[in-house]
């Protein structure tokens, strides 16, 4: 019995389907390999000198990245020159840094891009108790230490010195920065020490509270403001160094450029939003100057916007990383994105593929006929003597028809090609019996 053989799938096909799936399946992760790959564990990040604002807030993203499951190398440097290098992969190499407002002008880089402002960090100029001086420019003659070379805020006092008359060269103008300064201050090695940091620094902190100093404000801040865009004016407030003892006595204005969060341009997608939620939790809450949710912002315009921060900004964290941890958020972002192309590629082929099916059955089917129509008309025409041959030729299609396995939905049309050929074998037959017939006539004439 042949029967239910006609009955079994088309494995052939069904083998062909799913090879050709596994085929698109492992093009697609390919894909995400080399063109979408998951993103690193480990980044560095290129800090600043320790004391200052760049070197404190770095260990808090280190903390804070270290609960999602990445690490976060730190770098010290001498400051946002050093880090410029780094991040640019002159100096060694890091993937995100903070670097001052001011210093870096390349709206078109195409390696390097800003995820936006983070803090204010003000420039402070603390002078010995004793010295007369309320402006910059009454400074001149007077030792300074400017900050340390290499670093934003030698840069940015070199500046505001020449706005106020006082050359670049001059000789009391000493590159020092850090606990270095800070010494030279107390010990009466230099008058005035310049440095640019944020409130939170322990640096600007200790300086603060230092016996024998006290910080001058900027009575042109206004004008600075407009002279040099980058940066702010800021007001000190009577009191907020210490309300005790009534420090300052007076409000005293300031001027800050930015502290800017900038990374390479190829760092993940994945990595530049989590070091957005990253950098919201810890710049979000208000400071000494800063308002609440004032930072971080989109106020960097020196460098190209990531399109991460930019949606970051315009939308907040990426819809997964709000409901899932950062890892799985990423996996499962990986899934959707293999199975979308999967998805495009699936659909019409459920469309196709039945219709191949079809098309393969038949096709078989109506080859059949073809011969079976093709011996019909022969044995029409024929001499009888060739019956034995058309008989032979009708039994292989016969037996073909009988091996070929169909689906269940075609074995109909496979039985009526078997009552076709049941027919053209009854035409044949009755070839045969009239030539038989003929031949028992013509023999009993001549008897």
Not at 103 to 125: F, H, K, N, Q
Not at 144 to 153: F, R
Not at 322 to 335: E, G, H, K, Q, S
Not at 382 to 394: I, S
């Amino acid at each position: 019995m042949h029967t239910p053989e006609h009955f079994q799938p088309q494995h052939r096909w069904i083998l062909w389907s799913i090879a050709a799936l596994v085929g698109a399946l492992v093009g697609i992760l390919l894909v995400l390999h080399y063109f979408a790959p998951m993103p690193p564990r480990t980044l560095t990040m290129t800090t600043g000198a320790p004391g200052g604002a760049y070197a404190l807030f770095a260990e808090r993203y280190r903390d804070a990245l270290a609960k999602q499951g990445v690490k976060l190398v730190l770098k010290p440097s001498s400051g946002t020159i050093e880090n410029l290098r780094r991040l640019k992969g002159v100096d060694g190499k890091a993937d995100v840094g903070f670097l001052q407002g001011g210093i870096v002008r390349e709206p078109e880089s195409t390696d390097l891009v800003t995820l936006g402002a983070m803090y204010y960090e003000p420039m402070w100029v603390f002078v010995r108790g004793d010295l007369q001086a309320d402006r910059v420019a009454q400074l001149r003659g007077y030792r300074i230490a400017v900050g340390a070379q290499g670093g934003g805020a030698q840069l940015l006092a070199l500046e505001i010195l020449a706005a106020n008359g006082i050359p670049t060269d001059d000789p009391n103008l000493l590159p020092l920065g850090g606990d270095a300064a800070i010494a030279a201050l107390a010990n009466g090695k230099v008058d005035a020490l310049i440095t640019v940091n944020g409130a939170q620094a322990p640096i600007v902190q200790k300086l603060m509270k230092m016996p024998g100093v006290r910080l001058m404000g900027f009575a042109h801040a206004d004008a600075y403001t407009r002279l040099m865009p980058h940066l702010t004016r800021l007001t000190l407030p009577r009191g907020a160094i210490d309300l005790i003892a009534d420090q300052p006595p007076e409000d005293l204005a300031l001027v800050a450029p930015t502290a800017n969060l900038v990374a390479r341009s190829d760092l993940h997608p994945a990595l530049v939003a989590l070091l957005m939620q990253t950098a919201q939790e810890i710049h979000r809450a208000p400071g000494l100057f800063e308002k609440g949710n004032e930072f971080p912002a989109a106020r960097d315009h020196e460098l190209p916007a990531s399109s991460e921060a930019t949606r970051f900004y315009r939308s907040g964290p990426p819809l997964l990383q709000r409901v899932l941890p950062f890892w799985a958020a990423v996996l499962v972002d990986r899934l959707i994105w293999t199975l979308l192309p999967l998805i495009a590629i699936l659909l019409p082929a459920l469309r196709i593929v039945p219709a191949l099916l079809r098309w393969h059955a038949r096709s078989r089917i109506y080859r059949w006929y073809g011969e079976l129509k093709f011996l019909e008309e022969e044995a029409r025409r024929g001499e009888a003597k060739d019956v034995p041959r058309w008989q032979t030729q009708l039994d292989a299609i016969e037996q073909r028809a009988l091996r070929r396995k169909v689906p269940l939905a075609y074995a109909n049309e496979l039985y009526i090609l078997r009552e076709h050929i049941a027919l053209v074998r009854g035409f044949i037959e009755s070839r045969a019996e009239v030539q038989s017939t003929f031949r028992r006539d013509a023999g009993n004439a001549k008897g």
